[in-house]
């Protein structure tokens, strides 16, 4: 019996760093999964209240674990390799659930994509046990951010889906909850100066007020979505639709363009959107906001025209589709025909 306890520890003891990437891999399986049942049901985000709740009582209990002498020192780690598989476990379904909502919410080619690759990383990292285990976890500034980046984005989805929050409140009221996350780490770190608390305490605050106010347009406006758009020359009063669809735009003499685009949202969500012409790359028109209302299976339908007059051969035209705060929902662009 102690000589198959022995093998088998042994066994554990030489091979564990492989045994932990094959779990890794295996989480990313799962996590591919996750970001299919995120993409398909908005619903479930009512259980992430409970996963951040865990990750964050469970990360700020974890420094109290190690000051607690009358457990054995092998004890210790052992509840600590636990808790941090349950975290891992945790921010793994959160992230791999986002992921697919901010990705449908994101331009290709606009500054919010960089928000769904830092997304990214977050769920990769989660999948690492290595790297979580060994560096993420015993590293309390690295934690700390960790945790209030990713908390930040849980939020941002949460409060329009499930409470119908407008973005520019959710982007706030996330920020603000980000912050508390990381004070709440920042002043239990043991070892810690007050001064060097206080500085990037005042670092953080100063981050998340310039991303959920100057930075609006880097964080994509979740759930909204563009769904489809096009141009035509004409507008069907009576059918509501486009006449004399466009593949690329006339160029010479004045002509009245029309665009109309579709805007996918939840049932409930209320938001204020609207478009944003540019002729190679020079704003000419912002049209007024008008109220969203979400729900509608064809998507929200916004139309706007503007008559060109200075389309030379190859222009490109582009219209921003943008919430009343400026996030950016999706492009629709033409370019003339000509050489």
């Not at 697919?100 to 919410?105: E, M």
Request: charged share 15%; net charge positive.
């Amino acid at each position: 019996m102690n000589a198959t306890r022995n093998f088998f520890n042994g066994f554990l003891d030489r091979h564990q760093d492989k045994l932990w990437w094959f779990h890794s891999s295996y989480s990313l399986l799962l996590g591919i999964g996750v970001m299919w049942l995120g993409a398909k049901h908005f619903a479930y985000l009512r259980l992430a209240v409970f996963h951040i709740a865990f990750i964050w009582v469970s990360s700020l209990f974890l420094p109290l674990l190690a000051k607690i002498r009358r457990l054995p020192e092998k004890w210790r780690r052992r509840l600590c390799l636990l808790v941090n598989y349950f975290q891992r476990n945790f921010y793994q379904q959160l992230l791999f659930f986002i992921l697919p909502v901010y990705y449908q919410s994101a331009t290709w080619g606009a500054g919010n994509m960089l928000f769904v690759i830092l997304l990214a990383v977050s769920a990769l990292l989660a999948t690492m046990d290595i790297v979580y285990d060994r560096h993420l976890s015993v590293n309390g500034w690295l934690l700390a951010a960790f945790f209030a980046f990713n908390l930040f984005a849980c939020i941002n989805v949460m409060l329009p889906v499930i409470w119908n929050f407008k973005n520019a409140f959710a982007l706030r009221l996330s920020a603000l909850l980000a912050l508390a996350g990381f004070a709440s780490f920042a002043f239990t770190l043991p070892g810690a100066k007050t001064r060097q608390r206080w500085r990037l305490f005042l670092i953080a605050v100063l981050l998340l007020a310039a991303l959920s106010e100057a930075g609006r347009a880097l964080v994509p406006p979740v759930p909204l979505r563009l769904a489809k758009s096009g141009f035509a020359t004409g507008w069907n009063e009576r059918e509501k639709e486009l006449a004399g669809a466009l593949s690329a735009l006339p160029a010479g003499d004045p002509r009245r363009i029309y665009v109309l685009t579709a805007i996918r949202a939840p049932l409930g969500l209320k938001e204020r959107v609207g478009h944003r012409w540019y002729l190679d790359g020079r704003r000419i028109y912002e049209s007024p906001y008008i109220r969203l209302s979400g729900g509608r299976s064809e998507g929200f339908r916004l139309w706007t025209f503007r008559t060109l007059t200075a389309v030379g051969p190859g222009s490109l035209l582009r219209v921003d589709v943008r919430t009343e705060a400026g996030q950016l929902i999706g492009r629709a662009c033409i370019r003339a025909g000509g050489d």
